[in-house]
Each structure stands twice: as C-alpha cells, then as structure tokens.
C-alpha cells in the first residue's frame, strides 16, 4: 500500500531527527511502539492500529491519575420525552 510505505518513511525520518514517537506498528515490542494484531485483512486493519491507540491513552490517563470513565470539562445529558 502507498500510503502505508510513505508512513513509514516519514517515522523513520522523524526518528532520525531525534522526534520521540509513540507508533502503533508491526514489528518487536520495544519502547514506544504499541502492540497491534497483525495484519490480516485490508479493510480492517486500521480498526486494529486504532484500537491500540485508544488502549494507550486509557493507561495513559490512569498513569496521570485522570478518572477515564468521568473526563473533566465533558458532561453528556441526554434527555428523553
């Protein structure tokens, strides 16, 4: 995939200037790299790279002592008739 290539282009340049990344990739767990599920279908494998991304910032936030289940600033109200 072309796109996928340019990514991993513009990472690998990014990295060689000394930019710190956090990368859900393929590959050997290492630091700042995000395990993700390998690939297997095409029109799903983003949903796997997005999934490991969210499952970051939940340890994230509890490592910042956020509450994850009530983020400040945001309230929902739903209201019914």
Do not use: N, W
Not at 41 to 60: E, G, R
């Amino acid at each position: 995939m072309k796109a996928a290539a340019g990514f991993t282009e513009l990472i690998a340049d990014l990295r060689r200037k000394g930019a710190f990344l956090v990368v859900a990739e393929p590959g050997r767990r290492q630091a700042a790299r995000l395990s993700v599920l390998s690939p297997d279908h095409p029109d799903a494998d983003a949903i796997c790279l997005i999934q490991s991304f969210y499952t970051f910032l939940v340890q994230l936030a509890a490592r910042r002592g956020a509450d994850v289940d009530r983020p400040r600033h945001l309230q929902k109200v739903t209201r019914t008739k």
